[in-house]
């Protein structure tokens, strides 16, 4: 107890420097707390507009449709399947996939074309809450379809509109058909911006396509990592192909894990110059003391009290500048997570064929706040070890007689 009055009384003696080293570690950590919340709600947003969106944690394709994609390649007996992954935990949508020319008017455009059960998809997609413009599909409308952003864009059509689809059928007939357009997506990425959506009913029907489907959508339990998960599908579906989104998508995957190590270095680089102040700081209280602790040892306080002292001074100051630090990140938190930051004036929103949200908004998390509060906590410690261990390896005669 008393080395705790007598750490909280020195760090007063010296109010001035007191400060600006608390101000300083203060100024850090709301600086990193508030780029932490920045950087988790780019990564989470972009991760989320890759999982929740386009692609689904894994998903499942014939052998070699992904290097050739095919009407003709598809997987069999999809239903026993799908109900096998259902039964072992994961959420699962089959899509149907093809390709035809979209026309409106006098434009005319190619476009990917999707059919999808409306409720199964639904569980492991958020792509319906997307809509722009219109409604999203109805499994009722079989002549509805939606369009990406960029096809309706191209076509210049908007809800209520006419399009003519056209491309071959699976019975190598032409398939053509006319249907009309119930909703508009906003822009997600460039495979959903050139593309149709129709009910699976109304794809069937217009590729003569009675059987197989072309992928399944699948999303993992929460509770389980993504390589866990992708292991237990591929055993779930032997010879077929599985690939998770990072397979699917490897310089996005590259990006996120790069920039969340970038994020560290970022930590060390800005607190890096708070240790050299706090260590010029604490030295200087040292040597401003030698006497004063020359005393202390020769009284019978041990080296280990000494170095005790210096260490609950720089404790102290930590814990002062993370109340502080912490207090005052709440508005800049409040505002990054309600109102974020419009970008939309310095051009696209998209990378790697991913749109994001043009407002970068950030988040709160555990690790918006304890990565900040524990980096600190480990810099200052180490900081103030070298002042702790000087002053405890002072010998009480020189100490006493230094000038």
């Known amino acids: 107890m008393r080395l705790l009055v007598m750490a909280w009384r020195n760090l007063w003696r010296y109010r001035r420097r007191t400060v600006v080293t608390v101000g300083a570690m203060t100024l850090a950590l709301l600086v990193m707390v508030l780029y932490t919340s920045l950087v988790e709600g780019y990564l989470l947003g972009l991760e989320r507009s890759i999982v929740d969106v386009e692609l689904g944690d894994a998903q499942v394709t014939a052998p070699g449709y992904r290097d050739n994609p095919s009407l003709y390649l598809v997987i069999d007996q999809p239903a026993a399947l799908v109900a096998r992954l259902r039964d072992a935990g994961f959420r699962v949508s089959a899509r149907l996939l093809g390709g035809g020319l979209a026309a409106a008017r006098d434009a005319s455009a190619g476009a990917t074309i999707a059919g999808l059960d409306v409720a199964d998809d639904a569980q492991v997609s958020a792509i319906f809450q997307y809509v722009a413009r219109g409604a999203w599909l ?46 508009v997506l906003k822009s997600v990425g460039d495979q959903t911006d050139g593309a149709v959506f129709m009910t699976a009913a109304a794809f069937r029907s217009f590729f003569v396509f009675p059987d197989g489907v072309h992928e399944l959508i699948v999303r993992k339990p929460a509770t389980e990592d993504l390589a866990t998960s992708v292991g237990r599908i591929r055993a779930i579906a032997p010879g077929l192909d599985v690939e998770s989104w990072r397979d699917l998508m490897p310089l996005l995957a590259s990006l996120l894990d790069s920039t969340r190590a970038l994020m560290q270095v970022v930590f060390l680089v800005i607190y890096l110059v708070v240790i050299i102040l706090l260590v010029n700081a604490t030295l200087m209280a040292v040597f401003e003391r030698i006497r004063e602790l020359g005393v202390l040892k020769a009284i019978g306080v041990g080296p280990g009290h ?53 407002v970068w908004r950030g988040v709160v998390t555990p690790m918006t706040i304890v990565a900040p509060v524990i980096t600190l906590i480990f810099m200052v410690g180490a900081a103030v070890l070298y002042p702790a261990l000087k002053a405890a390896r002072l010998k009480p005669v020189e100490a006493m007689h230094h000038q």
């Open 138 to 183: 109805d499994p009722a409308d079989g002549s509805g379809v939606v369009l990406g952003q960029g096809l309706a864009h191209t076509l210049g059509v908007a809800p209520g509109d006419e399009l003519i689809l056209l491309s071959q059928a699976a019975d190598g007939s032409i398939a053509n058909d006319l249907y009309t357009v119930r909703g």
């Open 306 to 358: 000494i170095m005790a002292l210096i260490l609950l001074e720089g404790g102290f100051q930590a814990a002062l500048a993370i109340v502080i630090g912490l207090v005052l990140s709440v508005p800049g938190l409040f505002y990054l997570v309600h109102h974020g930051l419009d970008l939309s004036g310095l051009g696209g929103t998209s990378f790697a064929g991913i749109a994001f949200d043009p």
